[in-house]
């Protein structure tokens, strides 16, 4: 039997039923590895590099390429990427007078690399729509307490002086509306070729590269980045951020839920299997430990951030582990907090 | 659509087809929830604190028990975890006149660490067999290769003194004998019921406690350790142990199969999409990666190794985000780097 | 005897002799917190929320005030927090009838997170010199040689193809250049009160703020952001970035300095107790290892980002341990690199 | 200026004025290398690998001694390790005739890894007699209260029923005595030579390990574990295991302290500059902030396990980093522990 992690019970809490999960299958990967070469195919037809005849029957052959799937999970497994089998069933599917002209200039990275970008970004832009509806939402909670009801500000777990709800809830919304300033803009196409110079392209560069991210949404690149992560990582960490500021709302549930405190109650609360009169805080609980399991990834990418030399076959492979289990964890403790959310409500504490 | 982490593409690296990658499969876990309970039920009933005839016809019932998995997966969502719907099926497939027996004394807590113990265990003992295989497939390795084949010692990332294969060989085989000898050697059931105090159980835990113990193979505790997870940490620190050894190997193969050094070869390398020439380590790649895949887990656990209170929900939850992921990369790293060491040829180094 | 991190032998490696490891020096903090003081008195004086005679004699109180560092020592240690005992000090040094006015709507985290932010800012402007210096030291090196010179791009640990030794450059300069365009620019004062709401500055706080943010050289705050640390961790990401370009380029240092490539030379490599040949290139390794040991502390920081409640105690005290050694460490990398670069030479390889 | 992580204001709280800290002082370190020389000159004496004459006066040379500590720091820094100017120093302070007899055989690695094991075993020595200490005061503590105070179960941050003072100390004592259990029993002596194969003592390998082990008080090793970094980890293990285990009795009276809880108190709590009326647990939270500082220097040492070839400089430069780091910060959470417990009372809760 076969295993994936996060496979069957817990599966459940990391399913993210969005367009952002299935960014990271194997079929939204492959076709926007289609596109770039598509946009390469292009983007060199007009520079003149490969005959514009020869860029319109690639493109249509792009069209209608429909990937062995089987093939290339063998292949993927075989070369530790999936480009080279990808790369040489659409050869293979192509006039043979016309393949020297394909995949003209680039190589594994290029491909990967920009299809990653792309999807990132479309995470990205979900991720800012549905960071908006949760501010949105917490304003409409905020707005359901007068401030007559008061709670209490706790510092270093002690008591303070009572602050109200809408206070409290400013003080979740604050980092909330920040990641709408600070989300990333920059979402750059890779292109290097097999060293990152990009020789076969010449003087054509920077034409290619600015027809082709246009073509596909991204960014013209100064330089390759093949082994300059920066772009990444500041999209990872971004997303962390987003973990963390959700862990935070997370967190200050629990703390109110608490028996003593009564400050907060969720709705919809788990039961236990021996104690009838608990009502667990179960959604807070999940927001928090996934705040905490993306927390783990972003650490591993972090330390994953130094590739050597000019393309590291290994940093790479573990990006891939670790990326796409941030990028789809922070969608689903966005789920988890909205639900969370519209369970919450709030009293004038015990004391 | 849905997702999971490791899917599609990524999934095949992961993928551990043996009896390892399937305890943690919500079967598996159902399935020793469902042992605990019977082992409870008889323990309970020979010392008397339920009639034998209830704890007769609950092992029964439980042999006859068919999970609505359904509900089960909708029940885990709501409560956080699976044993309050779990518990809740069993009784009602219960004659009503029996039901007070089941599941007493017992909590949800209980059922799931005791599952997972019972699940390690086994995974401890199928890596030690795999442990043992990879040393025998060293000592073979080595003895293809006379004392007269040289390789260079590198030390500081310079060459030092030459070192033969047998000796580089050794160097990798000591931390595998010494994981066999530091294999973890106690998996202790868990029983604390609500509270952990057990009270329920009263003056007989400890016969019920060692009796349970026995039935699933386990070590009767001296505590119960619902927030102490020392055993936990001990074993998982035991399988990154596992992945760090791995890692090494897969480090050296990398830096010997260098273009400049050709002290190894990985034949079945990968191929470029761009460079038909060369011939990339992929399973060695591979099998870093993985081992900087479970580091990340592992830290990601040690961070979690604090419980508050009697017991905690989120750290409970990461655990279970984090730990099968950490168990079944080490079992994908063993297979990895058997099948890296299938490939692998010494030669003498180009200098 | 006591002892500190770092000390002794390892303390070298960690020296910054620049301003910046000045910056976390009990004397720098205080000397901040006593500027916060003084800009919270002349703001309420203009703000009329003190009279401007005592918001005057306030100010010139702190001019003369010499703190009793050994009391502030042992204050600190008891409430685990310098300002309680500071503020003592600097009240009692006051003529009795103007004490009342003296930190009027402060709170400890006020003074500690804003002098934070206060050393901050100039690390980061220290750090931007060094930057730029050292981008300008890699331009230089990138004209010490031809285009002739070809090195080789390794990709996945292979000869790829060739290139030259002013690409190599370019790839390493490329996110230098990028982190002067991604520097922080938002460094905000941090003023909350007792429970963040600063309720006796009332009416007045974005006047005071305002006010103050300005003499201090920092943001106005739009809100408080004493559990929000988004602010911090945003230039903590920034450090640890540079930290990881740096250690790209030591990374490439080590690979181009093996033996058997041969491609970079380091003048002053460490000699061998053992093997007078050796020449081993420490000021690289040495850059590999800071880069990774900020990493640990950046992921330790990332963990610690969630803080509970008002106020947390804990995470705070964390951020204490963690963020300075990052600074630092990330400050002597640069000195480091700066090092390394002055001794580096390239060579044709050996293949 | 010059500086150093955790220097003055967080000084103290790393401050461990046991004969731990001491531990990682250079001048420990240099002893305990000094004492391998002698061992090694002693050794290969009764072995006939050198004359015996010059075995005892190398013997009496390293007890005359000293030190040139500016010209080892220098050496420290451009050799990236101590032993090559130390080695120079002895060896400059024999008689020329005996010079080839000392340090014969032996690299740097040896010295500074068997000095650390020495040192180590020491650290673990004094931790196990500080746990024991502890767990008494744990006991004596306990028996300060009758069954009739009743403190709440909390579990999954909801009371669940009563425990008793002495059930809740029973808790925290478990981890604690396990520890002594699994105190780390084999401190190995490394010898390795150049490149780990020790060729110079040839067939007298286990004779000479075996004796210098003794007049150390190591164990011999099967083989040389210079890339083998178990032994190390196995040990840094054990040390964050402390740090969690304190951890959890700090995060466990943070809940208790908590106003609405009311169950326990800090005598000494530390002070609010801005609200008298609180008391904050100070000691508890900085036994929190040191657990998570251990784990995370306890990860970044993970992540630094794999070391490549034969001998990593970089590895081994960022083990110097993390690891004395993570042992006196155990050292200063065992006294922290003490403290806080010496302030502790309970009560009955508030609810």
Same mark, same amino acid.
């Given at each position: ?31 926007? =590895?289609?596109?770039? #070469? ?5 983007? #060199? ?37 999936? %480009? ?14 016309? @393949? !020297? ?15 990653? =970008? ?35 500000? @706790?510092?270093? =777990? ?53 027809? =082709? ?15 300059? @992560?920066? %772009? ?72 994953? !951030?130094?590739?050597?030399? #000019?393309? !590291? ?39």
């Amino acid at each position: 039997m076969s295993y994936s992690l996060g496979s069957d019970a817990m599966l459940n809490l990391f399913t993210d039923d969005s367009i952002m999960g299935e960014q990271f299958s194997f079929s939204a990967d492959l076709s926007a =590895m289609i596109d770039f #070469e598509r946009a390469l195919a292009r983007a #060199e037809g007009s520079a003149g590099l490969i005959s514009s005849d020869h860029a319109g029957r690639i493109a249509e052959a792009l069209d209608a390429f429909e990937p062995d799937y089987e093939a290339l999970r063998a292949g993927f497994l075989k070369d530790g990427a999936a %480009p080279p089998s990808l790369v040489a069933q659409i050869r293979q599917a192509l006039d043979p007078d016309i @393949r !020297s002209s394909f995949h003209f200039g680039g190589t594994s990275q290029d491909l990967m690399d920009t299809s990653l =970008m792309v999807r990132l970004k479309r995470c990205v832009a979900l991720s800012t729509t549905r960071l908006k509806a949760l501010d949105d939402r917490l304003a409409l909670l905020a707005d359901c307490y007068s401030d007559e009801l008061k709670l209490q500000a @706790r510092t270093r =777990m002690q008591i303070a002086l009572p602050i109200s709800v809408r206070e409290k809830i400013r003080n979740w919304r604050t980092p909330i509306s920040r990641l709408s300033t600070t989300k990333p803009t920059s979402f750059p196409l890779q292109l290097g070729g097999p060293e990152g110079e990009a020789r076969k392209l010449g003087a054509h560069y920077a034409e290619i590269a600015g027809a =082709m991210a246009e073509m596909l949404g991204l960014d013209a690149p100064e330089n390759h980045w093949q082994t300059d @992560r920066q %772009p990444l990582m500041g999209i990872a960490f971004w997303f962390s951020q987003i973990a963390s500021a959700m862990g935070k709302i997370g967190q200050d549930v629990l703390f109110m839920c608490q028996s003593e405190v009564g400050e907060a109650r969720l709705a919809g609360g788990g039961s236990s299997s021996a104690m009838p009169h608990k009502q667990n805080p179960v959604r807070a609980e999940i927001v928090v430990a996934l705040a905490r399991y993306c927390q783990t990834q972003m650490n591993g990418l972090n330390t994953a !951030s130094i590739h050597e030399n #000019e393309r !590291s076959g290994t940093a790479w492979t573990l990006e891939w582990m670790l990326l796409p289990a941030l990028v789809v964890a922070t969608g689903s403790i966005l789920s988890n907090t909205t639900e969370m959310l519209d369970g919450l409500t709030f009293a004038e504490g015990r004391d």
